[in-house]
């Protein structure tokens, strides 16, 4: 019993040994070696990755240009429970919004706006009444609103063309000339390019140093 113990102990004994002898071996031949990333490439500065929402949104004048007062009429019906939005309607939760875009942030008499609403200076136009539906809390941090924000930009632009036909008549802005739009759609073609070429240079670096 005891000589079967003993063997028993040697051969345990004799395989601790070689774990220890491969671990460390393993970690000399491969010092001087690069590790292969768990992701492949990096970030390039001033390259957006898609996982990062690197998509530009695009203008509200453009959106403007093809949006549906009809369609932001059924929008604006989440805004009803808090808002009136026809001539001389009443303030509710919210104020009216009856000729609203032009006019200052703080702008209608005896409604108790905060004090973060009312003190964000100019008026109301186009692009701020986008950034304002995105997400009040950021548009004017402190504010009461407890709105959410909408998340689509073709909502955003129907509601706002609907307000907008809702006494005020503000002249939509000019969109950006074709020539810049297409500018812009250039530069963005060209940076993916080049972010595809780095990354498939890396692939090949990394390939290159696990094969050695």
């Known amino acids: 019993m005891d000589k079967n113990n003993t063997i028993a102990g040697w051969v345990l004994a004799g395989g601790i040994a070689a774990l220890g002898f491969s671990i460390l071996s393993g970690k000399f031949f491969h010092a001087d070696k690069n590790e292969r990333p768990e992701t492949?490439?990096?970030v390039i500065e001033g390259v957006v990755s898609s996982d990062e929402g690197g998509k530009e949104e695009v203008p509200m004048s453009m959106m403007l240009?093809?949006?549906?007062?009809a369609a932001g009429e059924a929008v604006f019906k989440k805004c009803v429970a808090c808002h009136t939005v026809n001539e001389g309607g009443a303030n509710g939760i919210g104020p009216n919004l009856y000729d609203s875009l032009g006019k200052p942030?703080?702008?209608?008499a005896g409604f108790a706006y905060s004090d973060a609403l009312a003190?964000?200076?100019?008026?109301?136009n186009f692009d701020n009444m986008n950034a304002w539906l995105i997400s009040p809390r950021k548009y004017a941090p402190g504010t009461k609103m407890t709105f959410a924000g909408l998340g689509k930009p073709e909502d955003r632009a129907n509601v706002i063309?609907?307000?907008?036909?809702?006494g005020s008549n503000l002249p939509y802005p000019e969109p950006p000339a074709v020539e810049e739009v297409v500018e812009g759609e250039e530069a963005a073609a060209e940076a993916d390019v080049a972010a595809t070429e780095v990354a498939e240079e890396t692939v090949a670096a990394d390939t290159a140093a696990a094969s050695e």
């Open 161 to 166: 063309a609907y307000m907008n036909a809702q």
């Open 65 to 69: 240009a093809k949006a549906d007062i």
């Open 105 to 108: 942030h703080g702008h209608v």
């Open 119 to 124: 003190s964000v200076e100019g008026d109301w």
């Open 40 to 42: 492949m490439g990096f």
